[in-house]
């Protein structure tokens, strides 16, 4: 730790301790000054840049098929996401990407499918889907380039 590192802590310590005056200044009769606070309103939070990060580790790719396309005209969308995620966190991650809360979130655990190239044969790794349902209206625009 440097001395220039100190300096700047006591300098945000100090930023602390200040509060600016939310009040209105009112005079009265007496001549003397007077503040007068305000209720604060709240505001819908917005999602933040930190959280979008963190919803890309769940929120893996849109699953582009015919049938998930069909699907999006009754507001339903489908997504490839981690194995380990749940319905609680795919429904995070959602509205920190695309601002949209959803209604419904199902969770398909897909089996891999044995493959065969030449003699040789596998199998390809399981993966999860979740199918999102949104409000009637809703939508998100993850088939623009299809």
Not at 94 to 119: E, W
Not at 129 to 137: N, R, S, Y
């Amino acid at each position: 730790m440097s001395i220039l590192d100190r300096f700047r802590k006591k300098q945000d310590k100090k930023k602390l301790d200040e509060k600016p005056s939310t009040g209105l200044k009112l005079k009265s009769e007496d001549g003397l000054v007077k503040k007068e606070t305000s209720k604060e309103t709240t505001v819908k939070a917005s999602p933040k840049k930190d959280d979008t990060k963190e919803a890309y580790r769940f929120l893996q790719s849109a699953v582009v098929t015919e049938k998930a396309t069909n699907l999006a005209g009754i507001s339903k969308y489908a997504f490839r996401v981690s194995n380990d995620a749940n319905k609680i966190e795919v429904a995070k991650a959602i509205y920190h990407v695309y601002g949209v809360k959803p209604l419904a979130i199902n969770m398909i655990c897909m089996r891999g499918k044995n493959v065969r190239h030449g003699r040789t044969s596998g199998k390809t790794k399981n993966w999860k889907k979740a199918i999102v349902t949104l409000k009637p209206g809703e939508k998100i625009e993850i088939y623009e380039g299809v």
